[in-house]
């Protein structure tokens, strides 16, 4: 399994995100996309304050979609957002 993780620095405004959700999300092939706020963190204050995933079964189906404009048209309406973000990428065992 085959995670991309996003960790926002501020949480997104709730309608601006939505919006972002349903033009953006769908068309990138994925088994499962998450999100939702950080609430805590065991040593104190959170450097993250929203996350997000997107997850595939594999590593070729993250390829495919990494590799397509609907995953960069994301990513850029992502940072259009204007709040500082991470990704990761990673290999689930």
Known sequence: MVRAIIQYESEPDPER???????????????????GKVFGSPFGETKYSYYAE??????ESFKAAASSEAFAASGKDAMSMGIPFTVHFASIE
């Open 17 to 35: 995100y939505q919006q972002h959700i349903d033009e953006f999300v769908p068309p990138i092939e994925c088994s499962a996309f998450r999100h």
């Open 54 to 59: 997107f997850e595939w079964a594999d590593m």
